[in-house]
């Protein structure tokens, strides 16, 4: 599962992070999932809950949704990404690299492709929160 | 905000002996050709290979190999599927037949992203076809891949070499470890290519010459191995690439 694999570098970040601040036990880890990438929350969260490593063996994960918005180059509409009316394939090579959406969605105003990917593309680590010695 | 995905790249990579960029600072020598060539030619030297095609807007690899689509295998990542004895990854996976408008951040994004879910086997060598020039595609690889090393590809044309000449001073600037250049589609016997090469402090791989059959073989692996590209690649693997070992 792809989820694994962003979990997996959830994990190894939150960790890094948690080295450099010198912190002796990881309590709490916020990420921000762009909808953009449709990750399956509940798989994403129990892959984080079978690999962490020590130093987060007791975080607690918050995972909140950004939602994800497209914004055309060509004439400046602004649209929110939306799966559905996909079909299955698209959904899923969107979910694997979002940018792949360029070939797929369109400006709904000008039919335009070339548009940026505002806000909501994929993970991001929020905070790493934990206690100091 | 941190983005959690370039932590992994060089786990994913952990694996992997070696990586070599094939590249050029101009578009239409042949990379590809050398780059899938070089690969195959790995693979019949008995290593394990990886191909991996960068050139996101412009991907021909695929079309060189003749790979088939195929549904694409998770475990915990995505598995590149075996083409023709290689461990083969590209875009066309994900968008097939249509056309790729990305510009610079997502080529950064999408490059990131199939770094970090791919999950590569045990590799002697990962070979990736580079985008042409010194934009996104070369900076991202150099900041995120601490030991990719170079190999360039002109053809005989001033102008390519021109571009070249200003990616080879790129890379040195970097410090990034260069292979050496290689001569493609040579129709006479000039040698100023070899000459302006070493005068850059480049080791000159060798030259290939224009052969006609090369477009013939496209979709062939077979055929391509026994072109002027073919017989030219073994060479070079033999004294430029596998003579150097390198250790994980």
């Known amino acids: ?133 | 905000m941190v983005d959690p995905r370039t932590s992994v790249i060089s786990e994913r990579l952990s694996r992997t002996s070696r990586i070599i960029a094939v590249s050029s600072g101009k578009g239409g020598v042949g990379k590809s050709m050398v780059a899938t060539t070089l690969a195959l030619t790995l693979a019949r030297n008995g290593c394990k290979v990886g191909l991996f095609d960068l050139d996101f807007t412009g991907p021909s690899t695929h079309i060189i190999l003749g790979a088939q689509k195929v549904q694409l295998k998770e475990e915990k990542g995505i598995i590149p599927p075996i083409v023709h004895g290689l461990e083969y990854m590209s875009l066309v996976y994900f968008v097939g037949d249509n056309p790729v408008p990305i510009r610079g951040a997502d080529v950064s994004n999408a490059l990131i992203e199939l770094l970090s879910v791919t999950q590569w086997g045990t590799l002697d060598f990962l070979v990736i076809d580079m985008p042409p020039g010194i934009g996104d595609a070369v900076l991202d690889l150099v900041r995120l891949i601490k030991r990719i090393e170079f190999l360039i590809v002109t053809t005989p044309s001033l102008l390519a070499f021109e571009t070249v000449k200003k990616q080879v001073e790129l890379l040195c600037e970097l410090k990034m470890p260069i292979i050496g250049l290689v001569e493609n589609m040579k129709m006479d016997k000039a040698n100023c290519v070899r000459v302006e090469t070493e005068k850059l402090g480049l080791r000159y791989l060798g030259s290939i010459p224009f052969d006609p059959q090369v477009e013939d073989s496209i979709g062939r692996e077979t055929k391509l191995l026994s072109t002027a590209i073919g017989k030219t690649l073994r060479e070079i693997v033999k004294s430029a690439v596998l003579a150097e070992k390198r250790e994980r």
């Open chain 1, 1 to 133: 599962m792809h989820e694994w694999a962003l979990a997996e570098a959830i994990l190894t970040s939150a960790r890094e992070i948690a080295e450099k601040e010198k912190l002796t036990e990881v309590t709490e880890v916020t990420i921000r999932v762009g909808e953009l990438q449709q990750v399956e929350r509940p798989i994403l969260r129990f892959a984080l809950s079978e690999m962490k490593p020590p130093l987060l063996k007791n975080a607690k994960f918050r995972i909140l949704k950004a939602k994800s918005t497209l914004r055309c180059r060509v004439c400046g509409t602004t649209w929110p990404f939306d799966s559905k009316g996909m079909d299955k394939a698209t959904a899923e090579a969107i979910h694997f690299v979002p940018e792949v959406a360029h070939s797929y969605v369109k400006c709904p105003k000008c039919g335009s492709p070339d548009f940026e990917i505002a806000s909501g593309r994929g993970i991001w680590l929020e905070s790493v929160k934990g206690a100091k010695q």
